[in-house]
């Protein structure tokens, strides 16, 4: 079973992504947003809440240790 504090970062998380998604298809679907700077922040907070979500979402499903990163950032894995 999954401790209360896991379970409430999970929820957050996952209530602060959706509140970012709808914003950005609120912007992108129904044409609320016409300015590229702020069309570029929505994105942004939308990124950076969906990377909150994945990391409460691994840490609730059990899997919270840091991947590995590339030995070399900027070379191409599928070359």
Do not use: C
């Not at 957050?12 to 069309?39: F, M, N, R, T, Y």
Request: no cysteine.
């Amino acid at each position: 079973m999954v401790d209360e504090s896991t379970k409430q970062s999970y929820w957050e998380a996952w209530e602060a992504w959706i509140k970012q998604v709808e914003s950005l298809h609120s912007a992108l679907l129904d044409g609320e947003l016409k300015d590229p700077a702020k069309l570029k922040g929505l994105l942004n907070r939308e990124a950076h809440a969906k990377e909150t979500y994945d990391t409460a979402r691994l840490r609730l499903l059990g899997i919270d240790e840091p991947q590995a990163a590339p030995a070399d950032p900027n070379e191409n894995p599928f070359r």
